[in-house]
């Protein structure tokens, strides 16, 4: 009798233990899966300002040296601020002033 009830304690104490170690896994499997998601984020948005970059050096290569400064400046002002929009904005700047230019 009392071996059954040292293995039904055991066996308990086992699944408790083993719960307990999903339950303590568990938020650290999300702050690591929620990391890896940042970071991919931030690998993505990285590559994206890289070829908007690409593309206005591109654009303005041709310009004069203040009108590139001016668009150089709103780049740095637009990524300061973050917007996705402004990659749509850059290029219709650089056209207008590479349309200027002409």
Same mark, same amino acid.
């Given at each position: ?55 206005? #050096? ?9 009108? #590139? #400064? ?33």
């Amino acid at each position: 009798y009392l071996i059954s009830v040292v293995a039904s304690v055991a066996h308990l104490t086992y699944h408790l233990l083993a719960l307990g170690a999903r339950l303590l896994l568990m938020p650290l499997l999300l702050h690591l899966l929620m990391l890896l998601v940042m970071v991919l984020g931030w690998t993505f948005r990285f590559v994206e300002l890289l070829l908007v970059v690409r593309v206005l #050096t591109d654009r303005v290569a041709t310009l004069a040296a203040e009108e #590139t #400064t001016a668009v150089l400046l709103l780049l740095l002002l637009e990524v300061q601020l973050g917007k996705c929009t402004g990659k749509v904005q850059f290029v219709a700047i650089a056209n207008g002033l590479l349309a200027r230019g002409q």
